[in-house]
């Protein structure tokens, strides 16, 4: 007797304890995509349209975009694939020409066209929360989207070249990244004028809501081993070696 209601005990336990299991596990088990998981926890909130370059127009049409609130930058990391992450090379702070009092990222999410969940991170360091264009405030922000093959490998001679002599026009300067990928710069005009804005993802407290917000800034475009790169920044240029900086993060040396 003693045996058998032993026996049902366990019973009870061992099925509870599946139940459990079973729901631990198929909580997460209706993700289409498994980097979804990654997200898990993170406060999603409404966003008001996303950044990309337009005068490029890579990824200016995206599926279903959704907005994060801002986190640490460590915790952002960590909130990627860990084939984004590995490439992501972080620079120190003490490296730029004024101190960044705030440090933060903003993922932000959609799909391709192949069903599969496409992240951007976006690593924002300023010299105030005020907003980056208010006061001529510093601020250096660079943008990471998962973007798997070479969209300029893509384009066709006419294409690629059309390009370029509009971006020649526009005042880009074209250097070379690597043998194979170039690296785009936009410093100001002749006249001392930004000739492109820049925009990035700001929140709103208030609201609970991201915006996506621009401003004047040097700019730095690329492609390379399957990330598309925005950097735009206003700092003193002279006291520091931007182009420098700017290909340590995407080359890593």
Not at 26 to 46: Q, Y
Not at 68 to 93: G, H
Not at 198 to 217: L, P
Not at 226 to 243: H, K, Q, S, T
Request: proline share 3%; with cysteine; glycine share 4%.
């Amino acid at each position: 007797m003693n045996f058998r209601k032993s026996y049902q005990y366990l019973s009870i336990i061992i099925l509870f304890t599946g139940i459990i299991s079973c729901s631990e596990s198929d909580k997460h088990s209706g993700f289409v995509d498994p980097n979804e998981e990654l997200l898990v926890g993170l406060d999603e909130v409404e966003g008001y349209d996303h950044t990309y370059n337009y005068d490029f127009n890579i990824l200016k049409e995206r599926e279903k975009v959704d907005f994060y609130i801002p986190v640490s930058i460590y915790e952002a990391l960590n909130r990627i694939p860990e084939e984004m992450r590995t490439k992501i090379n972080l620079f120190s702070p003490s490296e730029l020409s004024f101190t960044a009092n705030i440090q933060e990222a903003n993922i932000v999410t959609s799909w391709n066209d192949q069903n599969q969940l496409v992240f951007q991170i976006q690593l924002s360091y300023l010299e105030n929360d005020e907003g980056y264009d208010i006061n001529f405030k510093d601020f250096f922000i660079v943008s990471i989207t998962q973007h798997p093959n070479n969209p300029f490998m893509e384009m066709s001679e006419t294409e690629l070249e059309t390009l370029h002599e509009d971006l020649t026009k526009r005042a880009y300067v074209i250097l070379n990244l690597t043998e194979q990928d170039s690296l785009y710069y936009l410093p100001k005009d002749k006249d001392n004028l930004w000739p492109r804005v820049f925009d990035y993802y700001m929140y709103d407290e208030s609201q609970n809501r991201i915006f996506k917000e621009t401003t004047g800034s040097y700019q730095y475009y690329a492609w390379h081993n399957g990330l598309i790169y925005r950097i735009g920044f206003n700092m003193d240029v002279d006291a520091n070696d931007a182009e420098n900086l700017v290909r340590k993060i995407i080359l890593g040396n």
